[in-house]
């Protein structure tokens, strides 16, 4: 589908630090889904300190790493970072509810996520131009 929008190619300089700045929320978004598979002691203690019961420690890892992955594929890189800000969104939401500032994470993880994709997807910048 042509929508009309023409946008200045990517450069490489700014593909590679889309990336850079896209690779912090992904290490640490597959970090934390890996560790929900295999459930150690420390994530069982952080579901019950954050009053969500054990069995929804699986389905929340599949759906981390889920959104995760579409978030790396540049074909579904903008449905996996609409996703991602759902998820972020939840876990903002679950710190703010029992009043830890841990909630500072999910947003900036979010933020950086965003910035990167931006950065390496042309088409997101023909979306949301900056202008001087």
């Not at 978004?29 to 002691?41: C, N, T």
């Not at 579901?47 to 579904?76: D, N």
């Not at 679950?94 to 500032?101: K, N, P, Q, S, V």
Request: net charge positive; charged share 10%.
């Amino acid at each position: 589908m042509d929508t009309g929008i023409q946008a200045a190619p990517v450069s490489k300089k700014m593909l590679w630090a889309g990336w850079i700045v896209s690779a912090l929320p992904v290490l640490m978004l597959i970090a934390s889904g890996v560790g929900k598979l295999m459930k150690p002691p420390v994530v069982l203690e952080g579901f019950a300190h954050l009053g969500y019961p054990e069995h929804l420690i699986l389905g929340l890892g599949i759906v981390e790493l889920g959104c995760t992955l579409l978030y790396v594929l540049p074909q579904t890189a903008v449905l996996g970072a609409i996703l991602l800000t759902g998820y972020f969104g939840g876990a903002t939401a679950t710190h703010l509810r029992i009043g830890e500032w841990a909630f500072i994470s999910p947003v900036v993880l979010g933020m950086l996520a965003w910035l990167g994709l931006y950065l390496r997807d042309v088409r997101l910048r023909a979306l949301v131009p900056l202008r001087n």
